[in-house]
Nanobody, 115 residues
Framework: QVQLVESGGGLVQAGGSLRLSCAASGSISSIGNMGWYRQAPGKQRELVAFITGGGWTNYGDSVKGRFTISRDNGKNTVYLQMNSLKPEDTAVYYC?????????WGQGTQVTVSS
């Protein structure tokens, strides 16, 4: 089992920045991709970004150029730097990790962007 603990959400004004962190613990060997999804009220969960163990990254179209995902394998932690935040970025952000064909999820952290 892999446990994921997120931190860094909160309330910010439009144009501001936040940094999310997600720390993995438990059976952390062989963790591959890690990343973030988000879900806004009344909407489907959507991919924000993910990063492979080797550092290759992929972003959802709505966040390209504004968000940056990074990873510290020594700390088993993935980060999401969010800049130029917009009200439409308001959502619960969920960290995920894939390990040997199983996906693990964090509890979610709320990000609210006021206009």
């Amino acid at each position: 089992q892999v446990q994921l603990v997120e931190s860094g959400g909160g309330l910010v004004q439009a144009g501001g920045s936040l940094r999310l962190s997600c720390a993995a613990s438990g059976s952390i060997s062989s963790i591959g991709n890690m990343g973030w999804y988000r879900q806004a009220p009344g909407k489907q969960r959507e991919l924000v970004a993910f990063i492979t163990g080797g550092g290759w990254t992929n972003y959802g179209d709505s966040v390209k150029g504004r968000f940056t995902i990074s990873r510290d394998n020594g700390k088993n932690t993935v980060y999401l730097q969010m800049n130029s935040l917009k009200p439409e970025d308001t959502a619960v952000y969920y960290c995920f990790a894939r390990r040997i064909n199983s996906d693990y999820w964090g509890q979610g952290t709320q990000v609210t962007v006021s206009s």
